[in-house]
């Protein structure tokens, strides 16, 4: 259970609570209401307190202005929602200003410093909103990060200064924060909310992961094919072949969700059950589908890891599918101008509308409590994952045109 400090800004007639908020950017955030705690005696003067100075009332609310502050007692806040509120004491002895946003968060985790500080140019964007959104969507990324050998990219100063990869763990660590021996660089883990929201107050961006857990027996967790376009200005062609590898993936019966980078490309994911196979059988896949999708579109897309030979193609990156390269974790933001997220995203929404500046923090975060959750059905896919079938026809095929032939029956 957490404490924190409220102010009381409404009364609501018809469920008998009392509205509470605190302040967040210079605004007033109702974050719920609580009926338990009072005892009788405090519930009636309170009550009676509020219908003497309200400012205005209607059919089931009398408003307040800030004022009366209070201490209470929750079980967790998310969404901007306390769960379990329950009254402990009345504040005499602090101003409602007092009452933060930022103090609220650092209950749940670490405290919070520079709160207030931008992150971003030509944006809005502080500090305190960057580990609100980490705190939000902790549910759906640390599923990703569990485990995993995590590798960030460090903006002390946000995007105004310079920034840093960070892979060994500091000394000045907390003691909550897990690590992992590989190499002999010490590993963040990041398991729990409090390693996550400390990470977010480091001004770390960019959690990139492995492929494989620390307990995977170097075997990889799933199949991630990144399509990387020449531009963000030729983002249509990652559009372009994240299509046609649906395609494929689907006449395969392969079960594949989809991603925004967050910068100029799509990453498409095959999730895998856990210790069961090795990167070489997983590249004897990887490396038959992006040929095949060349042979079909030579002129779109490209295994030429030399840039200046792409000729404006677009890249199918298999080969960094492998042993200890990373890919950037669904839900990250990412070092670029926008503060662009790493975003899930159904399949049905790769139209040509489609752009990676349309994933802001706050437009995931909507996203998310709207239910839009692409990554739901993730981990239950791991175990129904038909791999084994294909890769024992592409094992068994004497030679590509084989399985170029069995692809298309």
């Known amino acids: 259970m957490h404490t924190a400090a409220f102010f009381i800004s409404n009364y609501y007639k018809k469920t008998d609570s009392f509205g509470i908020s605190v302040v967040g950017n210079e605004n007033i955030i109702t974050v719920g209401s609580f009926q338990k705690g009072l005892k009788k005696a405090e519930k009636t003067a309170l009550i009676q307190i509020i219908k003497e100075h309200a400012i205005k009332e209607d059919d089931d609310l009398y408003y307040l202005n800030p004022g009366i502050c209070v201490e209470l007692q929750f079980s967790s806040f998310q969404q901007y929602k306390l769960s379990n509120p329950v009254f402990i004491q009345f504040l005499y002895n602090i101003d409602w200003k007092d009452c933060t946003l930022e103090k609220l968060v650092a209950t749940e985790s670490t405290p919070i410093t520079h709160a207030d500080k931008p992150l971003?140019?030509?944006?809005?964007?502080?500090?305190?909103?960057?580990?609100?959104?980490?705190?939000?969507v902790s549910p759906y990324?640390?599923?990703?990060?569990?485990?995993?050998?995590?590798?960030?990219i460090r903006f002390p100063h946000g995007l105004f200064g310079e920034s840093f990869y960070q892979k060994q763990c500091p000394d000045y660590a907390p003691s909550y924060v897990q690590t992992y021996k590989n190499d002999d660089i010490e590993y963040i883990i990041c398991n729990n909310l409090e390693t996550l929201m400390w990470l977010g107050?480091?001004?770390?961006?960019?959690?990139?992961?492995?492929?494989?857990?620390?307990?995977?027996n170097s075997m990889p967790s799933e199949i991630v094919f990144d399509l990387d376009p020449p531009s963000v200005e030729h983002f249509y062609m990652a559009i372009k072949a994240a299509k046609v590898l649906q395609q494929?993936?689907?006449?395969?019966?392969?079960?594949?969700?989809?991603?925004?980078?967050g910068n100029k490309g799509i990453q498409v994911y095959l999730p895998l059950p856990e210790k069961t196979f090795t990167y070489e059988e997983v590249r004897l896949f990887t490396e038959f589908i992006a040929n095949y999708m060349i042979a079909e579109n030579p002129e779109l897309f490209t295994i030429e890891r030399?840039?200046?030979?792409?000729?404006?193609?677009l890249y199918i990156d298999y080969i960094q599918h492998s042993e200890g390269k990373t890919i950037i974790a669904p839900y990250s933001i990412r070092g670029n101008k926008g503060g662009y997220v790493a975003c899930p995203i159904e399949w049905d929404e790769l139209t040509e509308d489609l752009h990676p500046r349309q994933?802001?923090?706050?437009?995931?975060?909507?996203?998310?409590?709207?239910?839009?959750?692409?990554?739901?059905?993730?981990?239950?896919?791991?175990?129904?994952?038909?791999?084994?079938?294909?890769?024992?026809?592409?094992?068994?095929?004497q030679n590509t045109e084989g399985a170029e032939k069995n692809l298309n029956r």
């Open 120 to 136: 971003f140019p030509n944006t809005t964007i502080t500090k305190l909103d960057y580990i609100l959104y980490l705190k939000e």
């Open 141 to 152: 990324l640390l599923p990703f990060l569990e485990n995993r050998l995590l590798t960030t």
């Open 201 to 216: 107050n480091q001004l770390a961006f960019e959690f990139h992961i492995p492929f494989e857990t620390i307990y995977s």
């Open 248 to 261: 494929i993936l689907e006449r395969l019966h392969l079960l594949s969700f989809v991603k925004i980078s």
């Open 306 to 313: 030399l840039k200046k030979n792409r000729k404006n193609r």
């Open 359 to 397: 994933f802001s923090m706050d437009v995931v975060l909507q996203r998310l409590q709207k239910g839009i959750h692409s990554f739901a059905g993730y981990f239950a896919a791991k175990e129904k994952q038909p791999f084994r079938q294909v890769l024992d026809v592409l094992t068994n095929v």
